[in-house]
């Protein structure tokens, strides 16, 4: 990250919603699921989650001590929670129930319990752990991608995958579009190193051909510096670094981060980076 300093802070109470409903819906297909997602945001209902993991990463997590009752013949689930007032709730989730199953759901299932939501949501929160029993290294890789769009790339994530010959598990934040591609290999193997890091440039490429971006929460660092041309043009990657020098002059804060150097119109390396 970057140093900065917060002058003025906006901060809004918000109240504890009257009702929550979390379900679960397991689809035979990635497509599906990933239909289904475009179809519910569609109609404007915006729920609280909609949240999406692939056979992989359900696989991992029901063979954890973090089980959570997903299917694991499913080759995705949808985790979706609504929240508002009652009656709001209840209607939104009738019709959300009807679109999944409309749209390939085999089955959608509701927490009848706090205990029974709470359970639901530990597989989903605990997944990152549970792939970490899988290879001793994980790539976590972070896009977003327009909601219409989500098919179309779970299909060449898909893609990449087989031609690489990898292993990844797909968790993610599907109501947003904000994909995480985890994939799960042995840096020490160096040729697998390799397919992981041509793997990662392809997914990240795909993303930004469907229009949309190489980051949806995790940032750049230094991972994803070489992807930033291509989003942004010299003169936009100029100002940032501008700004940036204005408050950083010697750029001691994470050199050579962020913005890559050697595509802004003026290029000057920062002390002690290549």
């Given at each position: ?232 043009d010299a003169e936009t990657l100029g100002a940032m670094r501008a ?32």
């Amino acid at each position: 990250g970057m140093f900065g300093i917060a002058v003025e802070i906006t901060v809004r109470l918000e109240p504890v919603p009257e009702s929550i409903r979390t379900m679960l819906a397991d689809f035979s297909t990635v497509r599906a699921a990933s239909e289904a997602v475009s179809v519910v945001i569609a109609t404007g209902i915006v729920p609280a989650a909609l949240e999406m993991m692939d056979r992989a990463c359900v696989a991992a997590v029901e063979s954890s001590i973090y089980a959570a009752g997903y299917p694991t013949d499913a080759a995705a689930v949808l985790l979706v929670e609504l929240d508002g007032q009652a009656d709001a709730v209840e209607a939104e989730a009738a019709a959300v129930v009807s679109l999944l199953l409309e749209r390939g759901a085999r089955e959608v299932r509701s927490a009848s319990t706090p205990a029974d939501r709470a359970r639901l949501w530990q597989g989903r929160k605990k997944a990152f752990g549970a792939m970490g029993r899988i290879a001793p290294d994980l790539a976590v890789q972070d896009a977003v991608v327009p909601r219409s769009c989500l098919p179309e790339i779970m299909d060449r994530i898909e893609g990449i995958r087989l031609r690489h010959g990898l292993t990844i598990s797909n968790v993610f934040h599907a109501g947003d579009g904000n994909l995480h591609p985890n994939i799960s290999f042995d840096r020490r193997d160096p040729e697998v190193a390799d397919r992981v890091h041509t793997a990662c440039r392809e997914i990240m490429a795909a993303c930004v051909e469907a229009g949309g971006s190489i980051t949806g929460e995790h940032g750049v660092g230094s991972d994803k510096i070489d992807y930033m041309p291509w989003i942004f043009d010299a003169e936009t990657l100029g100002a940032m670094r501008a700004v940036r020098r204005a408050f950083d002059p010697a750029e001691r804060a994470n050199p050579g981060k962020v913005v890559p150097l050697h595509a802004c119109r003026e290029w000057r390396a920062a002390p002690g980076v290549r």
